[in-house]
């Protein structure tokens, strides 16, 4: 009888820890830090230990599991064709890094205003379905799984990116400053028009429209870009929204768009398929915000009010940052799954995991350069060994930089 309960806890506590059944009992083990020797089942503390999710745990989102927590960030690589249907190589590009716990896919444009950057994709045409299909098609077939993020830039655009060379629309006509590049060059960004009141709903038809071209193009999921100074971002925060209208003024104004570009979202696919990135802490492209705690938390509150499977929240990466809006200030504001991003070794990654700061950990120029990340970390954790990524390869045409990183496997 002794024996058989034993047998049952060993078992069980196996499988909690994935640790084999064999070393879950020893006949005498030492107490971690204490001298003494247990005769019998791990002491607690290792139990609970044993438990913290690292990067190779599975994470539940929505109805599907994610088999690890090294998940692909979204990142633009300016190879698709002039059009905006992806090009040839993305169904390859992607595939090969479909060991991703989740594949966040490059900044994929809602419409031909929502253009800034050359050659980026669009998900809005029946091309742009059929491109994404074979990319979908390609990352299924090799076991993973994708969301399509989608974007629109706002006043981050230029006139030789719209329609009939017209200014790009924005919050309010506030320049953002700094440069575009163009497909003749960089020039300087212009002054972009203020969206009227009454043209709101055409744009957030926009978001819901390209949301139901990603579900056709066998997308497993979107994510809304509300980061990095966007269109969303764009209106969220005060220095570059200044209206007066429902859509301007107190925070509870300046949300809107962001929320009912994301309720479009939730429209088509449903609250667990639907994630959201925002920035916080991010100053890029001339974004700023009087308040971002305030601006930020009361953002997050209600992004999670409409259930969305996840938050993807950034931490400060580039100088300039506020450091004061780490992840962690967020983590209590919600429940849902949090994925977090930029600058993150395995190490610190694994430490965000054990704090509880974080569910999961995006990856952007390690997955650029090792499309067989997970493996790399599950075999070498803190010591693995990673190709270097080539940050002049990282925007243009061809397999270069693109589809010939190595991966463990040849
Ligand atoms: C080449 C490149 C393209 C990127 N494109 C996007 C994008 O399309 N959407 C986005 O939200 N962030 C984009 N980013 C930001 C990355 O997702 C990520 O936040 C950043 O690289 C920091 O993470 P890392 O240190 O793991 O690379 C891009 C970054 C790089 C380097």
């Keep these: ?77 300016c190879r698709a064709q002039a059009d905006g249907t992806p090009g040839e190589l993305a169904a390859l590009y992607y595939a090969q890094r479909a060991s991703a716990g989740l594949i966040i896919s490059e900044a994929t444009c809602i419409s031909d205003r929502a253009h800034g950057y050359p050659t980026t994709p669009g998900i809005y045409t029946p091309s742009h379905i059929e491109g994404w299909k074979r990319v979908t098609s390609a990352v299924h077939a090799a076991g993973g799984r994708i969301f399509c993020q989608l974007w629109h830039v706002g006043r981050l655009s230029h006139p030789d990116f719209q329609p009939n060379g017209e200014a790009p629309v924005s919050a309010s006509a506030i320049n953002s400053g700094g440069e575009c590049s163009t497909p003749t060059g960089k020039k300087p ?35 809304l870009h509300g980061a990095n100074g966007y269109l969303p971002d764009q209106f969220l925060r005060d220095k570059s929204n200044t209206r007066t209208d429902r859509y301007g003024g107190p925070v509870e104004n300046r949300a809107r768009f962001m929320l009912e570009a994301a309720e479009a979202l939730v429209s088509v696919w449903g609250a667990e398929r639907v994630g959201v990135r925002l920035s916080p802490s991010g100053r890029y492209h001339g974004i700023d915000d009087s308040d971002p705690l305030k601006t930020f938390g009361y953002a997050v509150r209600e992004l999670a009010k409409l259930g969305l499977v996840y938050q993807h929240i950034m931490e400060p990466m580039a100088p300039g940052d506020y450091d004061h809006l780490p992840v962690r200030v967020f983590r209590p504001m ?53 190709n270097a990524w080539d940050d002049t390869t990282f925007y243009g045409q061809g397999a270069k930089g693109y589809t010939d990183y190595p991966s463990l496997a040849g």
């Excluded at 009227?196 to 038809?205: D, N, P, Q, W, Y």
């Design 1 to 77: 009888m002794r024996g058989s309960l034993r047998a049952v806890l060993v078992k069980s506590v196996s499988s909690l820890t994935s640790v084999p059944v064999d070393q879950v009992y020893s006949k005498s083990t030492e107490v971690p830090g204490t001298g003494l020797q247990w005769h019998g089942l791990p002491p607690i503390v290792s139990f609970t230990n044993s438990l913290m999710p690292d990067l190779s745990s599975p994470l539940p989102l929505g109805p599907i599991t994610l088999p690890n927590r090294v998940l692909m960030a979204p990142l633009t690589r």
């Design 189 to 223: 960004r212009v002054t972009p028009r203020a969206l009227e009141t009454g043209e709101i709903a055409g744009v957030i038809e926009q978001y819901r429209h390209a949301a139901a071209c990603a579900k056709e193009a066998g997308f497993d999921g979107v994510e």
């Design 334 to 386: 919600f429940d849902g799954v949090l994925i977090t991003n930029s600058n993150f070794t395995y190490d610190k990654a694994q430490a965000y995991l054990k704090e509880g700061w974080a569910d999961a950990v995006a990856f952007g120029k390690a997955f650029i350069s090792n499309p067989d990340l997970p493996e790399r970390f599950r075999r070498g954790g803190s010591n693995a060994t990673l």
